[in-house]
């Protein structure tokens, strides 16, 4: 059996007492990266001034939506702000329901010449 190269090397980081947290600095393994979905169908045009990269995002999952039962929901401050694409839902849906510790972050704001908005945020796993 073939182990990716960066798999030896968080064994290490974990085993090694205070490699992480010591100061401060806390490790994630980033799972998905991309931009929003739905955004302009809910709360984000209301809340967009106030937002700043690197906040924490809530997820919500959704199993009983009528569109999708892997559909999972984004959002800021108790504003919902779209879903996570259904293209890249399944496997998050999945571990949610299995009680995998997962958070978000927002990652980049970007506002068109058209005035349209997107917001693309970052799902990642913390290491401890």
Not at 8 to 24: H, S
Not at 46 to 75: C, F, I, Q, Y
Not at 93 to 120: C, K, P, W, Y
Request: hydrophobic letters at 45%; zero cysteines.
């Amino acid at each position: 059996m073939r182990i990716a190269p960066a798999v030896p090397a968080l064994a290490f980081l974990l085993a090694t007492p205070g490699a992480l947290g010591a100061d401060g600095i806390s490790a994630r393994i980033v799972v998905q990266h991309a931009p929003l979905a739905g955004f302009v169908y809910y709360d984000g045009k209301a809340v967009w001034e106030r937002m700043k990269t690197g906040e924490r995002l809530t997820l919500v999952r959704e199993p009983s939506n009528p569109h999708d039962a892997n559909a999972v929901r984004l959002e800021w401050q108790g504003h919902m702000l779209g879903y996570v694409p259904r293209k890249d839902n399944a496997d998050l849906a999945r571990q949610m329901d299995h009680g995998a510790r997962v958070q978000a972050h927002v990652t980049e704001l970007t506002r068109f010449a058209n005035g349209r908005h997107r917001i693309s945020y970052e799902i990642s796993v913390p290491l401890r």
